[in-house]
Nanobody
Framework: QVQLVESGGGLVQPGGSLKLSCSYSGNVFGIYFLGWARQAPGKERDLVASITQDGDTYYTDSMKGRATISRDGARNTLYLELHSLRPDDTATYYC?????????WGQGTQVTVSA
């Protein structure tokens, strides 16, 4: 079982930056990916970035050039750096772990982009 705890959300002005963290624990091994998804009110939860056990990364088109996903294996922490934030980036951001049919979610951290 994998546990995920996000932190780092908050209120930021348009054009600003934010760094989200996800501390993970449990059976993280084998073939898997860790990622960040977001969900705005009334919308579906969508994956925006992910990183595999080998370090391969994926970004949704809306995040390319504005986000960087990284992982510190020694600290068991996943990061998402967000830049050039826009009001439509406002959402709850969730950390997720996927390995085969196993999936785990964190509780989410709120990011609000507003002047």
């Amino acid at each position: 079982q994998v546990q995920l705890v996000e932190s780092g959300g908050g209120l930021v002005q348009p054009g600003g930056s934010l760094k989200l963290s996800c501390s993970y624990s449990g059976n993280v091994f084998g073939i898997y990916f860790l990622g960040w998804a977001r969900q705005a009110p009334g919308k579906e939860r969508d994956l925006v970035a992910s990183i595999t056990q080998d370090g391969d990364t994926y970004y949704t088109d809306s995040m390319k050039g504005r986000a960087t996903i990284s992982r510190d294996g020694a600290r068991n922490t996943l990061y998402l750096e967000l830049h050039s934030l826009r009001p439509d980036d406002t959402a709850t951001y969730y950390c997720t772990y996927v390995s085969g049919t196993t999936r785990a979610w964190g509780q989410g951290t709120q990011v609000t982009v507003s002047a």
